[in-house]
């Protein structure tokens, strides 16, 4: 088997055997090393052997490419034989148009906080509609239970949740049940203990700087061989897992300079390699900067990602639904029916405007034209958005159920890819709060310092003695779902309500139709109604606490300025929370108090 480490910083680097093999002579490389800064050798190896790479005569590190850190963070690394693995079931991919996500958190959608145990409620996903898992980060980090973002292997997978294996088992439970998955990976930076890449190249550069520190080195002296790095790791997830795609975590801080740009280099990357293995593979950004170019085809000087996440859609309709304006929720809370609006028709809300929470202009105008608008993710919440509240509380803490109905019809019935987080789709009661397992305490009393930090510079309700401990495992135990909820109400409502609107994007075109010419908007801001017209159907929720809504459906053309003068004769009520209606004679629809109704018309 062949071994190799990049390690530009050293004089010379020697395989060491670890565990099972302690007592057997290190390898050293050949008298001729390869590329400057690379040391490879050949040893006879199996599945399961434990090696380290040692550096100029200093303590064995682990491999930066390892696949298997049994021992954790900054021990060892085993030898994973990819093509041992026996998978059950051929699969031909899912693409991203007309997808449905779910993104769920291994350490918390079970008790048990495993792959297996997680692969054993597939089915519940299957039922439901959704066609892609979207699977928080899986690479080791300190400890047990944390969220995943504060990583320290790239390529290998975190062994409380099953290791490799266990990766490769869920994902052919997922592809048994014909759901595609995709994994949450973070190139832009990698978590504070255990962190071995300092030792070996130049990993990390000062020309940049993020909120984690000294920035990846994309663009620096040594650069070539971090982004193949990167590179490499994010093909070996997408062919060696068999995994459908990969949510690029925070791409803004990946700083590049160079040319062509990382993502537009990471992109073509994966197109070939889903052309050589013949199946859809996809790329989406999580992204704060609005900037069209993030999923701009290449030819067109774009980075060539498939799709984004979409927080302007998602801060809308929070406002909407939940009247905060507290924070980067300013800008939207002054009408949040028309932000919203303008979300469902253009895509962005900052597109170029100025941003009062940012006190400058931001983004850029996306044309939808141009741009299908299945490239944007929609969603009401999203572990970012619940988890970084003070509280933890989801919207099910402070919203109706009703108005959680209308949440969920405004995602899953958008222009939009719809995304929904673990146990939102039958209202959780659960929270999901920040939790982490760091070993070193003077750590572990850091991450408690900022996040007290974080939560006093917003207006959260509720006294700091309420705010949770990341590092107390209470604190991990209350995020857990609790699968007993769906089988009561109003849980068991809401969950048929996701599967009923699911079902509905499955079996009607002109939900999953990604022409803007297709997609009209009405509101009333002060009464607190909005009709999302796509194609024939007709779309609407009224967000009124105590007000029937009085809304003009048949008025609203697809250029949104007028239709036939046919009344309601003709319009067919597909769905309703709390029921099915259709509008009068008049053309009118009479929605009461926090309710929802998709109609479908000539």
Known sequence: MRFG??????GWGVCRWVGGRAGEADVPPPPAPPPPGWWRTEAPAQDGDRYGFRLDGGPPLPDPRAARLPEGPGGPGAVVEHERFGWRHPWSGRPLPGAALYELHIGTYTPEGTFDAAAARL???ADLGITHISLMPVCPFPGTHGWGYDGVAPWAVHEPYGGPDGLKRFVDAAHG?????VLDVVHNHLGPSGNPLPAFGPYFTDTHHTPWGAAVNLDAPGSDEVRGYLLGCALSWLRDYRLDGLRLDAVHALHDDGSPHFLAELSAAVDALAEQLRRPLFLVAE????????????????????AQWNDDFHHALHTALTGESQGYYADFARAPLAALAKTLTGGFFHDGAYSGFRGRAHGAPLDLRRTPAYRLLAYAQTHDQIGNRALGDRL??????????CAATLVLCSPFT??????????ATTPWQYFTDHTDPELAEAVRAGRRREFAAHEWAGHADDWPDPQDPATRDRCVLDWSEPAVEPHTALLAWHRTLLTLRQELPPLTDPDPRHTAVRYDEEARWLLLRRGPLRVAVNLARDTTAAIPVTSDGPDGDG????????????????????????GVLRLPPEAAVVVLGP
């Open 396 to 405: 099910a803490a402070g919203l109706s159920p009703g108005l959680l109905a």
């Open 123 to 125: 089915r519940h996903l």
């Open 177 to 181: 049940h014909g759901l595609g998955v």
């Open 287 to 306: 992204s704060d900067l609005n900037d069209p170019r993030t999923t701009a085809p290449r030819t067109d000087g774009g980075h060539g990602l498939h």
């Open 5 to 10: 480490v990049w390690a530009q910083k050293v």
């Open 418 to 427: 719809p995304m929904l987080f673990m146990g939102e789709e039958w209202g």
């Open 563 to 586: 239709g036939g003068p046919g009344g309601g004769a003709g319009l067919r009520a597909l769905a309703g929370w709390p029921e099915a209606r259709v509008p009068g004679a008049d």
